[in-house]
């Protein structure tokens, strides 16, 4: 976690009993004194900017990876204009704020650990990168990098593993794709593993022209080439002659090159084309999606897997991503903008189906679907109801006065950890309300003690409620007022179980500056911090973690 104090901060490690310092509380790995004012943590490093205006990197158990005092003059600009992990061993520096800087280049360094601390951090090479932005520059396997973005082209170098007799200026050659004048003109490209970019060039021509495909609207060219870094060689690729693959991620690239991290759903080595076209005799491109491995073979497309065929489904109710799916204990899913509800097994086997709503996005835990929902009345806020696993909506049913049956909407519906959760819905005065729902869909109208659920709902100074999967932060007058004459709350943690003698985790007994927390990468691994006031007036926090 990160920590902040007197304006700097520090990161402390969760159940470590390590002192890493003179001074230091329990598993805190980075001194105060050290005047760190921003800091980034990514694949096992943690980059900091300092309070004299340098960047340096240290490891998770405190050691320099890059000294400071290699670089100067970032104290006006924000840490990743200056500093960035490009791989677990590669760091890149903008030439601004690097001592040994070179305009138009961006440092390259690998982290190191031996040596005196001032030496830590060696400058390998500089790479061609003439707009001096560090959003342009990725590595890969620790050993390459690309630098896609710069007007005059874009670049793709294998870097050295040691500095040697000096520090290299490398600006690619064969790898090296220079900007074209050629109308329309677009190019990409993707790390695709063992030091093997692909580059896809396309650009617009009459429809006189030898062209490529027709896609409904223009008329193209396309070609594709494979930079081989460690040997800097550009060869033509020519497989897959009648496929097209663009907007193309894998786990190299996390969410770079897509709206989410294909790792989470893909094989390692293998990559998803999330616009692809297949190109008939008559040159017309038709849309699919496409699932590669690393040596470009098709694994699966959109049109051919999942029963959409065997459905014999029109294209156009094929959804974007209906080819991108997530588990939850066996049952698969498509979580973004589904063409339907629908429930797969581990085969792609369609198992149950629900085409009532248009769907934004879906999730599943603890066997119930909650799902994101157009409005089917036409109201332009989010709507979200419950379906079980044969798709059959669930959420609680009303009659209106002309014997109508309705469904109750929600405005929020947080995942279910036991049989009940916590949702949002105006109630008869239209009011935002919480109610307790059950995996039936019905509400809880009263707890087993009578009363009514969240009615101790801790809320935050903008009166949200305050609430995590499977739990909830409740408030109990602690007897006292203020100065002011107000009353004085203690805080403590429920859980969605209905009997009131079962549902405290953590009693009424902190106070306010009390933090309900759950990163949104992992929102089921729930953390509270309570604030204690020693009787000197200092504060100290205790971390509290819910199983």
């Known amino acids: 976690f990160v920590v902040a104090k007197d304006g700097f901060l ?35 490093i943690i980059i900091c900017k300092f309070n004299n205006g340098s960047v340096g990197a240290f490891d998770f158990f405190g050691k320099t990876l890059l000294s400071q005092t290699k670089t100067k003059g970032a104290g006006g600009v924000k840490i990743d204009k200056a500093i960035k992990v490009l791989d677990s061993g590669l760091l890149g520096v903008t030439a601004t704020y690097d001592k040994d800087g070179k305009s138009g280049y961006t440092s390259i360094y690998r982290p190191t650990t031996s040596g005196e601390l001032k030496s830590r951090g060696e400058l390998v090479c500089r790479v061609k990168n003439e707009s001096n932005d560090l959003s342009y520059v990725l590595g890969f396997d620790n050993a390459y990098v690309s630098v896609i973005g710069n007007s005059a082209g874009e670049y793709m170098f294998a870097v050295p593993s040691h500095t040697g007799s000096e520090v290299q200026n490398l600006a690619a050659t064969n ?52 930079f081989d870094a460690k040997s800097n060689t550009l060869s033509d690729y020519t497989g897959n002659s009648d496929k097209v693959f663009l907007s193309l991620s894998n786990s190299y690239y996390s ?18 084309a999330a616009y692809g076209l297949f190109i008939g005799s008559d040159k017309v491109g038709n849309y699919d999606q496409y699932i590669l491995d690393e040596n470009l073979n098709i694994v699966m497309s959109l049109t051919g897997n999942f029963d959409v065929v065997e459905r014999k489904e029109s294209r156009s109710s094929v959804s974007v991503f209906d080819l991108i799916m997530t588990a939850s204990d066996g049952n698969y899913y498509v979580p973004y903008l589904p063409s339907k ?29 909650i799902a994101c929902i157009v409005d089917p009345d036409g109201g332009e806020d989010e709507l979200y109801t419950m379906f079980n ?25 947080a995942a279910f950890r036991g049989y009940y959760t916590i949702a949002k819905r105006p109630n008869e005065s239209g009011k935002a309300t919480y109610y307790l729902v059950g995996k039936d869909g019905f509400e809880v109208e009263t707890m087993t003690d009578g009363s009514v659920p969240f009615a101790d709902i801790a809320t935050t100074s903008g009166n949200s409620a305050i609430f995590k999967i499977g739990c909830y932060m409740f408030k109990a007058d602690s007897g006292q007022k203020d100065a002011e004459g107000k009353t004085i709350y203690n805080y403590g943690i429920k859980n969605f ?51």
Request: with cysteine.
């Open 389 to 413: 696993l044969n798709c059959q909506e669930v959420t609680e049913a009303y009659t209106l006065e002309n014997g109508e049956s309705k469904r109750l909407k929600y405005n929020q519906i």
């Open 255 to 272: 969410t770079e090159k897509g709206t989410f991290d294909v790792s989470t759903y893909l094989k390692p080595g293998y990559m998803f």
């Open 497 to 547: 179980n209905v009997n009131s003698e079962k549902n405290v985790i953590i009693p009424a007994t902190m106070s306010s500056g009390c933090v309900l927390y759950a990163p949104s990468s992992s929102p089921t691994d729930v953390f509270v911090f309570e604030k204690i006031e020693s009787t000197d007036g200092s504060f100290t926090y205790a971390v509290h973690r819910l199983i």
């Open 341 to 369: 509800i629908a429930v797969y097994n581990s085969k792609g086997e369609l198992q149950a189906e629900n085409k009532t709503y248009t769907i934004k996005s879906q999730n599943i835990a603890n066997g119930v679907i």
């Open 175 to 226: 790898g090296f794709i220079e900007t074209s004048d050629q109308e329309n003109y677009y190019v990409e490209i993707t790390y695709i593993g063992k030091g093997r970019f692909l580059v896809h060039e396309d650009w617009t021509v009459a429809s006189t022209d030898n062209y490529s495909y027709y896609d409904g609207n223009n008329y193209y060219v396309f070609k594709r080439k494979i």
């Open 10 to 44: 520090s990161i402390v490690k969760c159940g470590d009993d390590r002192v890493y310092f003179d001074g230091g509380m329990k598993g805190m790995i980075l001194p105060q004194s050290l005047g760190i004012t921003a800091l980034r943590v990514k694949k096992g």
